[in-house]
T-cell receptor
């Protein structure tokens, strides 16, 4: 499968625990995005990487959230001291290198569903 | 700030009938517009996009959408619905800005196609 993959697909944790999610983008896609989708809502942008550089962060990304993309390939999203309000689907998307101002389609992974008890 | 409105939480249509899922947007300047579909427990699948050119955009699975600048709308359409089209549909907008290309999504419209 050459699509975007995410791991785990489901995570149940207790309030106060730390969790980490992984996203593997499509090979050679240099741009990577994280979104959060709560029940009954559309996805909301969290953060963006171009290669290994984190270039944009949403105000939704509190200090408890941290994302990395150390080698410009896979990315991780960590949530520390989880709260019940963190329960959501966390989606990752990637797009290939953009040239000359062209706009490329974002390809989404299946998501990680987090439940905080 | 950019935003997307999907005024219908759910659209019901009989199989074989035409379907329309509505979307209006608000963005400074000219937008990039997208439709994605989400099946249960799965990520978003790209259907189609409007970047420039012809206002009628054709996409995957027989779907099309019409960009209407004066009405700031980008409605999704299909001439003949299938039961398998039942899913959650999201309209999204991105401003024409170089560099990072954040998508702003609507709240989604659930399409239910009855046999």
């Amino acid at each position: 499968d050459t699509g975007v993959s995410q791991d785990p697909r489901h995570k149940i944790t207790k309030r106060g625990q730390n969790v980490t999610f992984r996203c593997d983008p499509i090979s050679e896609h240099n741009r990577l995005y994280w979104y959060r989708q709560t029940l009954g809502q559309g996805p909301e942008f969290l953060t963006y990487f171009q290669n290994e550089a984190q270039l944009e962060k949403s105000r939704l990304l509190s200090d408890r959230f941290s994302a990395e993309r150390p080698k410009g390939s896979f990315s991780t999203l960590e949530i520390q001291r989880t709260e019940q309000g963190d329960s959501a689907m966390y989606l990752c998307a990637s797009i290939p290198r953009v040239s000359g101002g062209a706009w490329n389609t974002q390809y989404f992974g299946p998501g990680t569903r987090l439940t905080v008890l | 700030a950019q935003s997307v409105a999907q005024p219908e939480d759910q659209v019901n249509v009989a199989e074989g009938n035409p379907l329309t899922v509505k979307c209006t947007y608000s963005v400074s300047g000219n937008p990039y517009l997208f439709w994605y579909v989400q099946y249960p427990n799965r990520g978003l699948q790209f259907l189609l996009k409007y970047i420039t050119g012809d206002n009628l955009v054709k996409g995957s699975y027989g779907f099309e959408a019409e960009f209407n600048k004066s009405q700031t709308s980008f409605h999704l359409k299909k001439p003949s619905a299938l039961v398998s089209d039942s899913a959650l549909y999201f309209c999204a907008v991105s401003p024409r800005k170089s560099g990072f290309q954040k998508l702003v999504f609507g709240t989604g419209t659930r399409l239910l196609v009855s046999p």
